[in-house]
């Protein structure tokens, strides 16, 4: 690997039984499933065959369950960085989209209607969301100059880091499958993602 290159293994934690319920997580939790803990597994397995000075995880339950099994395996400590978190999705968390439809009519009305600018009640919108990413990905690349680091988060993390990568508009989610415990790689070379 080139000494002025960073390369970040991104991993989506393991399903958890509210992916099942397709039940809107952010900032909440739910824990993983029998298969969410073999996906992190498998993917530990895989991991088992980098060589990667750093493990970073978000705080949050199932990401950081899934960072356990991999540190596990690798004996890689555990770097918990809070700014990995999924996007606090204020009144949606914790609702089926059938529930929001029948609790909060007007804001699903709004975020239609404004999309990535609508700040939900107790929320954060897409656009702040986004520029939280970007901050802790070129913090992390840059603090790893020269190194492979692997990244803990969650799917809405993850999909606002390709947009940006790929220069695509934000808020452009239905873009990309983000599957349970995916391999995902990205290079930052002198300021540029790939």
């Not at 997580?25 to 498998?42: C, E, F, I, Y």
């Not at 540190?71 to 999924?86: G, H």
């Not at 709004?110 to 009640?121: H, R, V």
């Amino acid at each position: 690997m080139q000494d002025n290159k960073t390369i970040i293994i991104f991993i989506r934690h393991g399903e958890t039984k509210w992916n099942l319920s397709f039940r809107l997580m952010g900032q909440l939790d739910s824990p993983l499933t029998k298969r969410g803990v073999a996906q992190g597994n498998a993917i530990a397995g895989r991991l088992l065959k980098e060589k990667f000075s750093s493990l970073y995880s978000s705080d949050l339950g199932r990401a950081y369950h899934t960072s356990e099994i991999i540190s596990k395996a690798t004996r890689k400590e555990i770097i918990v960085e809070k700014d990995l978190r999924e996007m606090n999705m204020g009144i949606y968390q914790g609702h089926t989209r059938e529930e929001m439809q029948i609790k909060y009519p007007f804001e699903m009305r709004q975020f239609e209607k404004f999309g990535q600018f609508y700040t939900l009640p107790n929320a954060e919108n897409i656009v702040e969301k986004t520029e939280r990413v970007k901050r802790v990905m070129n913090k992390i690349a840059l603090r790893h100059i020269g190194e492979k680091v692997v990244v803990v988060s969650h799917g809405g993390i993850l999909t606002s880091f390709f947009e940006f990568v790929l220069s695509i508009a934000t808020g452009s989610t239905s873009r990309f499958q983000r599957l349970n415990c995916s391999y995902n790689s990205f290079c930052f070379c002198e300021g540029v993602w790939s």
